[in-house]
């Protein structure tokens, strides 16, 4: 039977996909999640921005909407 990490699951070390991952991957396997971590807070970053600049676009075009209807 497999050992895993007591509350990820997965690598008994790290919780990274299976023990086996040091074998697949090599050591950086282990980092995984710690350097994965600043690419996902920009890709979310970047996301959070998109979706602002969204809300801010659609605000603004129903405010010109409201105004042109009290004209």
């Not at 509350?7 to 023990?19: I, V």
């Not at 971590?37 to 129903?62: C, G, S, Y």
């Amino acid at each position: 039977m497999d050992k895993q990490h007591p509350t990820m699951g997965g690598c008994p070390q790290c919780g990274f996909g299976h023990y086996g991952a040091r074998h697949v991957y090599g050591n950086k396997a282990y980092q995984y999640a710690r350097t994965q971590q600043p690419w996902f807070d920009k890709k979310m970053a970047v996301h959070a921005d998109k979706l602002q600049a969204e809300i801010r676009k659609t605000a603004l075009a129903n405010r010109s909407s409201r105004a042109q209807a009290h004209i």
